[in-house]
């Protein structure tokens, strides 16, 4: 099974130096105890996070020393000395060695996405290691990873001429939020389902989207926090904030769902950005505060992770304790707007565009979550080709846009 070994990546060569030769170093000063994790999980380990339980990650290729001196990706020494390999095209070592495009060409060193399933503009909601999961107007389809174009009906809007925008999966559960800013649920079945299962619809909006943890599913409304009880349907007050305020980010995991505040001085005058997380006693705590314009959220067993928009950096800080954040990678050039953030196994992915509209090409980057650093593309799209919703399973990365679902090996 292919993976992305950690050591493979090549850093960009705006931010070459910043690792040294293969290292994977500590970036939190002052480090706290942190809650005892599988070693998949720990910085700095190699194991792949994605391996099944009990199974290793596979070795790591070796680095590709390519030259920072020039843009242009040279003919490498891949396959042992006297045999290169032009990673510029090489669908095996495509933009470094070892890194295997999976029966995709490689293109410029990197590897050309796919579109699997073509069902129009889609949203991608979740993936496993054999289904992945969109919308499509008006339904959620279930399709396999891999094709064909076998598509399943899961879930079906109860209001017609509204679409699915977004939702959240849980086993054979859906929480979907619709066009007309209901948050509905769904069962997953083999069959069409439509209507709700029990949970009143509620307003909502888009911009802070829709997270779920073993208490209960999560959304924004006019800037305030709000949860949802999943048996019951209770909806409770977790966060109240002016309509001048702006959630900018909003993710759940395990007990605990984080936030990020962009909120409005009372003088009008100066700007706090904040993050904020839910313990799992139901407590509200300010977990950091000064984070730069955050975009994008994402959490792994130990860190929350964000994206600074005024300093084009990835930061992250430990869930347990108070340590101050810390710089993950940073990407080049000026494009402010993060669509999406992943952190899958030992690496995160973001995308990043000029356009917070979808009007401008969006680029996709990736680093290792193990140390501060660079970054390298992943793949790039025009205009409208990736909507907010980015997954993973073992192989591929998936993410939804106007032409469908579409996939880019990792």
Known sequence: MHRRGLLALVMAASFAGALGAGACSSFDSAPEVAPT??????EGSTADADAPDGAAGDAAPSRCEISTASTAKPRVDCLGPGSVVDVNVSPLHCGRCGHDCLDAPCVGGLCSPQVVHSPGASVVGDVTATAVFYTSGGDVQRSSVDGPNIVDVVARTASPGYFMRTFVREDDRLFVVTSNSNVNEYGV???????????????????????????????????????????TGAQATVQTNVEADEVRG??????????????????????????????????????????????????????????????????????????????????????????????????????????????????????????????????????????????????????GGLSGVHRVAR
């Open 189 to 231: 079945v083999p069959s069409i389902a439509s209507g709700d299962s029990g949970i009143t619809p509620l307003l909502t909006t888009t911009g802070g989207g829709l997270a779920a943890d073993t208490h209960g599913l999560y959304f924004v409304s006019y800037a305030s926090v709000f949860s949802v009880n999943k048996s």
């Open 250 to 399: 909003l993710a759940g995991r395990d007990d605990e769902v984080y936030w990020t505040l962009v909120r409005a001085a009372p003088d009008g005058g100066t700007v706090e950005h904040l993050l904020f997380v839910r313990r799992a006693d139901g407590t509200v705590v300010e977990r950091a505060r000064d984070i730069g314009l955050p975009g994008g959220l994402a959490l792994d067993a130990m860190y929350v992770y964000w994206a600074d928009t005024t300093t084009s950096s990835i930061m992250r800080a430990l869930r347990a304790g108070t340590t101050a954040p810390a710089v993950v990678a940073r990407w080049p050039g000026t494009d402010r707007y993060v669509k999406a953030l992943l952190v899958a196994g030992a690496t995160v992915y973001w995308t990043v565009s000029v356009d917070s509209q979808g009007g401008a090409d969006v680029t996709l980057y990736e680093a290792p979550t193990c140390a501060a650093g660079g970054s390298v593309v992943v793949t790039s799209h025009p205009a409208g080709e990736f909507n907010a919703g980015l997954f993973a399973n073992t192989t591929h990365l998936y993410y």
């Open 37 to 42: 994790l599988p070693e998949a999980s720990l």
